[in-house]
């Protein structure tokens, strides 16, 4: 099946730096990513649809300006957590669709840690 | 909008156990649902994905069903093992045709030996 990835696996910084997590579709091409947040014991919440070429569109009550989304390759998307802060913490789940949007392939998810 | 609930939130039965996991949808006008195993601290596994026009999806040991009319699916999963204990989700779409899903809260299911 489709394989997507995402690097780092986990990270640890300091508060008021920024961080920059990677999501790759490595056999196929995504024109779509999706990101999720998870915070501990808690569900999968919608982040952001990130769409090859263009803005990513942003669910209701996530910050555009905190949590930049590139998409600039039909393999990459990139989310940068800027200026992060203890609050951010969590887990980072990024997922691609293919042409067919029915299926979509999950990452293995990016611990973050703020300090 | 969207919402999906999923009861219970935690289950713990013996092992060889046959369970019924549920899960309950508001718009039944999804094209399709799936369910998701995630181990802690770890990403998603998908294990099933029923389209609008199937009734259910078997996998091994897993069985899910989708009802549509009641906004209903749930997922059986027949003589449980230890190796079965993670959370299971489920999640249909938020839209038609935009590709995101929107996921419930998760049941975590504990099989003891």
């Known amino acids: 099946g489709a394989v997507v990835s995402q690097h780092p696996s986990w990270v640890i910084c300091k508060s008021g730096t920024s961080v920059k997590i990677e999501c790759r579709s490595l056999?196929?091409?995504?024109?779509?990513m999706f990101w999720y947040r998870q915070f501990p014991k808690q569900s999968l919440m919608l982040m952001a649809t990130?769409?090859?070429?263009?803005?990513?569109?942003?669910e209701q009550g996530v910050e555009k300006d905190k949590f930049l989304i590139n998409h600039a390759s039909l393999t990459l998307s990139t989310l940068t957590v800027t200026s992060a802060h203890p609050e951010d913490s969590s887990f980072y789940i990024c997922s691609a669709g293919g042409q067919n949007t029915d299926t979509q392939y999950f990452g293995p998810g990016t611990r973050l840690t703020v300090l | 909008k969207q919402e999906v609930t999923q009861i219970p939130a935690a289950l713990s039965v013996p092992e060889g156990e046959n369970l019924v996991l549920n899960c309950s949808f508001t718009?039944?006008?999804?094209?399709?649902l799936q369910w998701f195993r995630q181990d802690p601290g770890k990403g998603l596994t998908s294990l099933l994905l029923i389209q609008s026009s199937q009734r259910e999806q078997t996998s091994g040991r897993l069985n899910a069903s989708l009802d549509k009319s009641s906004g209903r699916s749930t997922l059986y999963i027949a003589a449980s093992q230890p190796g079965d204990s993670a959370t299971y989700l489920c999640a249909a779409p938020g839209s038609s045709n935009t590709g995101k899903l929107i996921f419930g809260q998760g049941t975590t299911l504990q099989v003891k030996p």
């Open positions: 056999d196929f091409q995504a024109t779509t």
């Open positions: 990130s769409n090859e070429g263009s803005k990513a569109t942003y």
């Open positions: 718009d039944s006008a999804i094209y399709n």
